[in-house]
């Protein structure tokens, strides 16, 4: 029985990687801080949370990790944790840098000293890319992140590559685009539209206020991506890795998808933070924007080239957009039953 550890298992990917791995025979381990230990409710909507055995854990904290590495020797181990969410982390930079890129670092280290011949992979992001250098962007196109959470990960991808090319270890970096599904977090925006349009249809309020609906995403399903990540740990060889779609979508169009989803017709009109989402049928506002909610320093336009993958890995997105939003406003409107 091989044996795995999650960091950042009580999240989304996490929940849906820790899943993968029990089905597929694992013992499944998690890392989780000691704030996390009441927070497993994606576990327990999967019916997993009594599968998983639980190490204190904090990427933050070299002890902590050291002794988990030192006293398990997992076969391989998988960084999810990181401080998640784009948009807090131009208030909270320190924090990013120290947590996602000083955070691998420090597992890294731990392996080589204790562990070397566990295999490590590293949750890298196209947030990485920022203000795009190339349309779409492979494993090979330049970096130019927009935010403190682009710019530690782009530490923690490249002490990723570094480790495996001085020390041959197995280590692999996943570039993932943006994946979603029913257990995203509630402060992601795709979350948030499905959230809100549940609520508008089941028992009306306020308007959904966004920010910058023309910025652009490559959205897939986070069930695919985790298999993706599983996929390159049982490569021969690591390597750097682009999961996505290849399809390029606005979050006005997400927001369309989903609203048909519950039967609401949406038109747009006015432009910039004038802009409005009505449903045709009642005109009733259902999307306003605000200046609030846009980046300081936007990304607009993300698209990622999987052919690699599919290549070598023979992996490919099963879940398109439409589908996506689908499933998710779905599942949100049904919770409120």
């Known amino acids: 029985m091989k ?3 999650v960091t950042g298992i009580t999240g989304q990917d996490g929940a849906y990687l820790a899943k993968l791995l029990l089905e597929k025979g694992y013992e499944v381990h998690g890392g989780i801080r000691r704030i996390s230990h009441p927070i497993d409710e994606r576990l327990r909507k999967l019916r997993i949370e009594r599968d998983i055995i639980f190490h204190e854990f904090d990427l933050a904290e070299v002890n902590s990790i050291n002794r ?5 020797r997992f076969d391989e181990v998988y960084n999810l944790a990181a401080q998640s969410f784009v948009g807090s982390s131009w208030d909270l930079p320190i924090y990013a840098g120290d947590v996602n890129g000083l955070g691998p670092a420090r597992i890294l280290d731990a392996l080589r000293s204790f562990s070397p011949d566990t295999r490590f992979y590293q949750a890298s992001t196209s947030e990485m890319y920022g203000l795009v250098q190339a349309v779409p962007q492979n494993e090979t196109t330049r970096f130019y992140p927009r935010s403190p959470y682009g710019v530690a990960k782009v530490y923690g991808h490249y ?4 480790y495996r090319e001085s020390f041959g270890m197995h280590a692999s970096s996943g570039i993932l685009f943006n994946h979603e599904s029913p257990l995203r977090g509630t402060e992601f925006v795709t979350r948030k539209i499905t959230l809100g349009l549940a609520r508008l249809a089941r028992s009306g309020g306020d308007p959904v206020v966004l920010g910058n609906l023309d910025a652009r995403r490559d959205w897939g399903f986070a069930g695919d991506y985790v298999e993706g990540m599983w996929l390159m740990l049982q490569q021969p060889q690591a390597d750097d890795y682009v999961l996505a779609t290849g399809v390029t979508t606005s979050i006005r169009d997400f927001i369309t998808f989903a609203g048909a989803e519950l039967g609401m017709q949406i038109e747009w009109s006015g432009e910039g933070v004038t802009e409005r ?8 506002t259902l ?12 990304v607009d336009l993300l698209v990622g080239d999987p052919a690699k993958a599919a290549r070598t890995l023979s992996w490919t997105s099963t879940v398109g957009v439409r589908e996506l939003a689908e499933m998710m406003v779905r599942s949100d409107y049904d919770e409120q039953i």
């Open 68 to 72: 988990v590495i030192k006293a398990q």
């Open 277 to 284: 989402g009505i449903d045709r049928a009642s005109g009733r």
């Open 3 to 5: 044996r795995a550890f």
């Open 287 to 298: 999307i306003k924007v605000s200046e609030k909610f846009y980046r300081p320093a936007e």
């Open 159 to 162: 002490i990723t590559v570094n």
